[in-house]
């Protein structure tokens, strides 16, 4: 009875120990805040609580939090499905076929330590400002993750389920479809959610962009020239809450529908 | 069902520069509905011998033909069946064992039908909805047994497919792969380096030796089926086969 009560205890003291440092933070915050009493540097708690209250409220003739946080998500959404579209078909294909990959390798290998901010300026030159150049940067970021975790997921599909396909008569597409992929899914999810989280930190930097005039990114830097240091603090706590609700989805899918991944052994 | 194994050899390149011969000049013909297992040391080159059967490997020279034409690759005609099963684990056993029938269009009724009636073969009426890693290693062999017997080959290469089981379970499989073998009438390939399992299991033992592999000797085992190991006259011709393999092959 003793230890059966003693384990959830143990595990409750536990998590409580992980609100400990956001806790304290917070309260130092507001003491600082109240100390340093100066809005521009180091706003109180509640006018920053009082922004991600009023979530539809106009800011700054802006839009809303909301509404801001749909635009980047709008943005980020099609950077990541253009890159998953040309990186999972790359990765299968560099993992499957040793001509493509001694094609594609050099490239990737060069163009990989690149951070995707870095394309900025070539994406303004090219592109214009726009949702072309944002997309083309978000695409960057995620693309490399994506395509990684996809040739790594085919290298590591078992040459035995391959064989197993080939003596049952499967055709090569089959054995694309029915061994590769499926085989593969585990870790070219895993890309996909590390291509996200990348993804979506490239959005916010992209909105910061000259020239633009909506999403998360631009309304932070806009307080910023407006001097409101409460919506700034609002929002990167929402690019944060997304960010953690997006990578926390992904898992939730992962431990759903990959589960045999850490069973298999 | 023929199959005739004509004078084969393989060797393996090293980066191009020294070749290792696996295999030397195999020559076997395998009769319809025959159980054969060869029996030899690791390393001798059994596995290779079995893959290049499958379509799997090339010959360096010589060539094994089915039904009078060359095998150049995987064919229908052949099942496998490997020591780590090899299941799909993302599918569940029904899905499993209707793979090879799905790659050929089968439609789903008839695969239904199908799955069901090898299921029963196999024991697993009961874990058609399971996942291969919720199975025991007995449970996943069988399941392997049957996905390989639902595209109805003639013959079932089975390389040491009991080798990572328990010896209960080794023997309970054993059991049930002849009465499998004599109800569907299929022509076995069964390799192993258990005497034991050999001497219980097959019709013919071909052994082979050390590296290069070669056919040491041939042996036919008469004994009534089902065998029982405990008997003073299964003991015997295990001694035989011992003595056999002591004297000219050179191996224990």
Not at chain 1, 202 to 224: D, F, K, Q, R
Not at chain 1, 243 to 263: M, P, Q, T, V
Not at chain 2, 201 to 222: F, K, M, N, Q
């Amino acid at each position: 009875m003793t230890n059966q009560h003693a384990a959830p205890r143990a595990y409750n003291r536990r998590s409580l120990l992980k609100f400990l440092l956001p806790v304290a933070i917070i309260v130092g915050w507001e003491l600082l805040a109240i100390w340093l009493d100066n809005p521009f540097i180091l706003p109180r708690l509640e006018s920053v609580v009082a922004v991600l209250l009023t979530p539809t409220a106009d800011i700054l003739g802006n839009g809303s939090l909301i509404t801001n946080a749909a635009t980047s998500l709008e943005r980020v959404l099609t950077g990541f499905l253009v890159a998953a579209a040309i990186a999972i078909p790359l990765g299968i294909s560099m993992g499957r076929y040793g001509t493509v990959h001694e094609i594609f390798d050099s490239l990737m290998q060069l163009l990989r330590p690149i951070p995707p901010l870095a394309w900025v300026p070539l994406a303004l030159a090219w592109f214009k400002i726009g949702l072309v150049s944002m997309v083309f940067i978000i695409g960057m970021g995620a693309f490399f993750p994506i395509l990684l975790n996809t040739l790594d997921g085919v290298k590591g599909v078992k040459k035995n389920w391959i064989e197993t396909a080939e003596i049952l008569g499967a055709k090569e597409r089959q054995i694309l479809s029915r061994v590769i992929l499926p085989g593969a899914a585990p870790t070219i999810w895993t890309g996909l959610r590390v291509g996200f989280g990348i993804a979506w930190m490239c959005v916010v930097a992209a909105e910061m962009m000259p020239g633009t005039n909506s999403g998360l990114g631009y309304l932070i830097i806009s307080a910023y020239n407006w001097g409101q240091v409460p919506v700034i603090i609002a929002g990167m706590i929402v690019i944060g809450i997304i960010g953690i609700g997006f990578d926390y989805l992904f898992k939730a899918i992962d431990r759903h529908s990959f589960s045999w991944r850490e069973l298999e052994r | 069902m023929t199959l005739s194994i004509e004078h084969l050899t393989k060797e393996f390149g090293k980066n191009g520069q020294e070749m290792v011969q696996a295999l030397a000049d195999i020559s076997l013909e395998i009769r319809d509905t025959e159980f054969v297992c060869v029996l030899g040391p690791s390393g001798c080159g059994k596995t290779t011998l079995l893959r290049i059967i499958a379509g799997l490997e090339r010959p360096t020279s010589g060539r094994v033909q089915i039904d009078g034409t060359v095998i150049e690759g995987p064919n229908q005609k052949l099942g496998m069946i490997f020591q780590d099963y090899s299941l799909y684990p993302w599918r569940t056993v029904n899905e499993n064992i209707a793979f090879g029938l799905e790659l050929h269009g089968v439609p789903k009724e008839k695969r239904h039908r199908v799955v069901q009636n090898y299921l029963a073969l196999a024991g697993l009426s009961d874990f058609g909805n399971s996942y291969p890693h919720e199975l025991s290693g007995g449970m996943r062999q069988r399941v392997a047994v049957v996905r390989a017997l639902a595209v109805e080959p003639s013959v079932l290469l089975m390389d040491e497919p009991f080798g990572a089981l328990d010896a209960q379970t080794r023997n309970m499989l054993q059991r049930e792969l002849l009465e499998i073998w004599e109800k569907t009438k299929k022509t076995i390939i069964f390799v192993t380096h258990s005497v034991d399992e050999a001497v219980y299991l097959a019709d013919r033992i071909v052994v082979l030796s050390r590296r290069p592999g070669h056919i040491c000797e041939v042996i036919p085992i008469d004994q009534q089926r089902p065998r029982d190991r405990t008997s003073f006259e299964f003991a015997r011709v295990r001694r035989h086969v011992l003595d056999l393999i002591n004297q000219k092959c050179s191996f224990p």
